[in-house]
């Protein structure tokens, strides 16, 4: 079986036209697709008539263009994956159809979006919710799925879908773990057999440190470099650098 895969918006809306009012469930992503995406994407397909994956590297959300340049792209293994899974359609947009004005116009929130990952990432939100409220709209999905490593883009995409009386129903899926503990991410392509090893001490540390404080003071006794630590909304959040590589994560408590 072959699998969908449209690149332009025009085409994705004339295709949900014709879903009528079957259920539609999408899981935007940015490619690199690893098991924690997958399980989205069954989760997606348990729950609705068609599922649509979106795969685009979206450059407003990196403040740093090394991090743009580096991050990992292989579509057409992604495809392959997809198509094991029978994914309705894959939309893989380039640049200038997503942005045709030039991001002249964006999205931006003034609270949440300046803690946490917001703090030291200049604009990252305004380009993350920018880029999913232009999704939604040539998507027009019923259920959305994110996950929740990603927890405060996960919780301002909610906050932004109920603010613009979107008719789309944001679901948030648990972390997806390897079996060392590691949240799934793209960017673990890019850490050592050494820092790979390691990485998963950081989920560990966030989980058992009785305080941020000492959570600090054994992350660096590891060689992490801390980024952020921080407890608000009943959960701990927590961003590292190993090998330049930036891995967050986040623990109910
Ligand atoms: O989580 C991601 O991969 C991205 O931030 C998203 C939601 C696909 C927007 O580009």
């Not at 994407?41 to 729950?47: A, D, K, Q």
């Not at 998963?200 to 980024?227: C, H």
Request: net charge negative; with cysteine; aromatic share 10%.
């Amino acid at each position: 079986m072959s699998i969908d895969l449209f690149r332009s918006p025009t085409e994705v809306k004339q295709w949900r036209y014709r879903q009528k009012d079957l259920s539609v469930g999408f899981v935007p992503t940015m490619g690199a697709l690893h098991e924690g995406h997958l399980s989205l994407v069954e989760r997606s397909m348990r729950e609705n008539d068609k599922t649509v994956v979106s795969i685009f590297v979206n450059p407003t959300q990196f403040n740093d263009p090394k991090d743009l340049k580096a991050y990992p792209t292989q579509l057409e293994t992604d495809l392959e994956l997809l198509k094991a899974l029978e994914v309705d359609l894959v939309f893989s947009p380039e640049e200038k159809d997503v942005y045709p004005d030039s991001y002249r116009f964006k999205l931006s929130e003034n609270q949440d979006s300046k803690l946490l990952c917001g703090a030291d990432r200049e604009g990252h939100f305004d380009g993350v919710l920018t880029v999913v409220m232009k999704l939604f709209h040539i998507v027009n999905p019923t259920h959305a799925y994110f996950g929740e490593k990603d927890y405060q883009q996960l919780s301002l995409i909610s906050d932004m879908a109920k603010a613009f009386f979107m008719d789309v129903k944001v679901v948030g899926c648990p972390t997806f773990r390897s079996r060392e503990g590691l949240a799934l991410s793209s960017r673990n392509e890019r850490l050592s057999t050494q820092a790979r090893a390691k990485a998963p001490n950081f989920a560990k540390i966030l989980q058992s440190a009785p305080s941020i404080d000492e959570a600090r003071a054994e992350l660096d006794a590891q060689g992490f470099e801390v980024v952020y630590l921080d407890q608000l909304w009943n959960r701990r959040f927590g961003a590292v650098k190993l090998e330049d590589v930036r891995l967050i994560d986040n623990v109910a408590l």
